[in-house]
């Protein structure tokens, strides 16, 4: 639905609209209307103010912006800009840096501060245009419309502009980007903007586009920290451990998927052999299980502990594969202490003899930093000390 800009009211019709508008030749401004208006008809027009001020300030806010990045210490000019129902851009003849960015901003937010006048003039001759002006059209007709932004900038316009910068507020230039062909992207807002974005026509006030995109960030901001229990200036460094943990995931499930398929096969061909004897099927896979190979050679069933530490795997792991192992406790009188985690952080998953857990569970947790359980032969917690792993295996070893 496009904003209520305004329109024509005439007695006994409802209110015409205006639509878009735009330049005839010579001295015509075209404005569409959504019916037809007959010639001599009297009426009265509306314009929808808060619509008008807000694109008032945005189109100010332009002009001081572009004649800043003008200047000969930025030296990058304005070709084209749009303006946006939240916010707006500038497209800049070349990519501009962050440095120069915040630079701008506050050289504009100074002219703002300073009260700098915005006038309107007509000019007759062309000569009396400043340097670097455009070239005007050849059907021009009229004097000529420029806009002055006291010891700032001279433009022709045919726009509406504020009278003066402070109505502007403040300036944010949000942030750059390249555009094509080299170009730059400068994202700002500023000013006032209307109370809702499709400004009805019965209900009109005005709101920061600077404020109401502060509200906008900081609401982002604090339900992504509540989600990922986070200050604000950590943000960066989790959604950095988020990736990196997802792709270590990614890369787990992969090779789990491929782990699955090959033990699944071997299984099969096992419980083939079992109902066949006879059968020439070998248990046996053609697939290097690379990654069960490694961890096998990793665990020693010598002694009094099987102990096995996965970097790359969680407690989802760890602890089902606890359970599974409960024979060697049971039968072979053996401790089976599984962990898993990278660096200092991870989990511990411990089965054992019922009196020897109850007797070392605590100082397992104590060594390892951990908070959890012990509980009917069983060890199972999170730890901040994986580093003192070997100093928890002992505690076991003099048994």
Not at 168 to 189: A, D, N, R, T
Not at 210 to 226: F, I, Q
Not at 271 to 293: G, T, Y
């Amino acid at each position: 639905m496009e904003k209520y800009r305004g329109g024509v009211t005439i007695p006994a019709m409802s209110c015409i609209q205006f639509g878009k508008y735009y330049c005839g030749d010579g001295q015509e401004a075209v404005h569409l209307c959504d019916k037809r208006i007959p010639e001599g008809t009297e009426c009265s027009i509306e314009i929808n103010w808060a619509s008008r001020f807000d694109n008032m300030c945005q189109h100010s806010g332009q002009h001081l912006i572009s004649a800043i990045f003008e200047r000969a210490d930025f030296d990058a000019s304005t070709t084209s800009w749009n303006l946006g129902e939240d916010k707006s851009f500038i497209e800049l003849s070349r990519a501009v840096t962050d440095e120069e960015v915040q630079r701008v901003e506050d050289i504009c937010n100074e002219a703002i501060r300073n009260r700098t006048r915005v006038t309107v003039e007509l000019l007759k001759n062309k000569e009396d245009l400043r340097k670097g002006c455009k070239d005007l059209p050849k059907d021009f007709a009229g004097p000529i419309r420029v806009v002055n932004i006291d010891g700032i900038d001279q433009n022709m316009c045919c726009g509406t502009h504020v009278d003066n910068l402070t109505d502007l507020q403040m300036i944010k230039l949000l942030h750059q980007e390249k555009g094509k062909k080299g170009k730059g992207i400068v994202w700002f807002v500023c000013g006032e903007r209307g109370d809702t974005l499709r400004f009805s026509r019965h209900k009109e006030g005005t709101r920061e586009r600077v404020l109401r995109t502060l509200a906008s960030s900081w609401s982002v901001s604090r339900e992504a920290c509540k989600k990922m229990s986070c200050k604000e200036e950590e943000i960066p460094e989790r959604i950095e451990n988020l990736q990196s943990s997802s792709k270590a995931s990614l890369k787990t499930i992969k090779n789990l998927q491929s782990e699955y398929g090959s033990t699944l096969a071997e299984a099969i061909q096992m419980k083939l052999k079992a109902v066949n004897p006879d059968s020439n099927v070998q248990p046996d896979c053609k697939r290097e299980r690379e990654q069960l190979k490694n961890a096998l050679r990793e665990i020693s069933l010598d002694g009094k502990i099987l102990k096995y530490h996965c970097a790359d795997l969680g407690p989802e792991f760890i602890v089902p594969l606890t359970d599974n192992l409960s024979q060697l406790v049971n039968k072979e009188g053996k401790i089976v202490f599984l962990s898993c985690g990278r660096q200092n952080s991870g989990n511990v998953s411990v089965l054992g003899d019922k009196n020897i857990i109850k007797e070392k569970g605590k100082k397992v947790l104590d060594v390892l930093d951990g908070k959890g359980f012990v509980k009917d032969g069983r060890i199972q917690g999170k730890v901040s000390q994986l580093k003192n792993l070997e100093q928890a295996y002992k505690l076991f070893e003099t048994e």
